[in-house]
């Protein structure tokens, strides 16, 4: 990988109890989270092809983090998502470049699995600025349980010429989910919907 890594960080959320109910056992979910500078800052360039090629490299990294802390393989991981921020010096196409063209392949091999798209959101602030991880399940994007998200932020990214990226994978879906659908005992997973 070429861009510079400044940080990594590993976030774990475990839900216990949801409104007034116990949730046994407890959802969890896991972010990983790199700070990396940014070599297209305060330029337009238009072959983004380093920052392609950290994708890919993130995409094999990032996912083998959050697992890690969740202490599972990628057969048990649930739902999967990415997100990244540019700083002010940068620009949305950034963050694109990052998450679109090659993250997805080798997320999806650590996983093992992974037929549905990668949900995904990009978006340009200061540091400390949120990144709100949209998830969906891994295998078939109908099954609502797992229509969630994960808020992550890093206090002092991105400076201007920066981009924070960040993955999520669950061990599960929401907590107590109850709004029908698709129920993921009865996925197919072939063609990332159903």
Known sequence: MSAKIRRIITVVEEVRTEGSRRVDPPT?????????????AGQYVDDLA????????????LPRRAMAALGIAG??????????AVGAEGELEHAAAILHPKLGAPFREV???GA???PS???RGGMGTP??????????????????????RVPDAPRDDEIVVA?????SGRPLPRVGGLTKDKIVGKDGVN
């Not at 969890?28 to 297209?40: C, E, G, K, S, T």
């Not at 057969?75 to 990244?84: L, T, Y």
């Open 28 to 40: 969890r979910r896991a972010a990983a989270i790199a700070v990396i500078h940014n070599p297209y």
């Open 50 to 61: 380093e920052l392609v090629a950290v994708g890919e490299a993130l995409g094999d990294l």
């Open 75 to 84: 057969d048990e991981v649930e739902s999967f998502g990415k997100a990244a």
């Open 111 to 113: 996983l093992g699995k």
């Open 116 to 118: 549905a798209l990668i």
């Open 121 to 123: 959101s990009k978006k």
């Open 131 to 152: 990144l709100d991880i949209p998830l969906g399940h891994k295998d078939a994007a109908k099954v609502r349980s797992h229509f969630d998200g994960m808020e992550v």
């Open 167 to 171: 993955i999520a994978v669950t061990d």
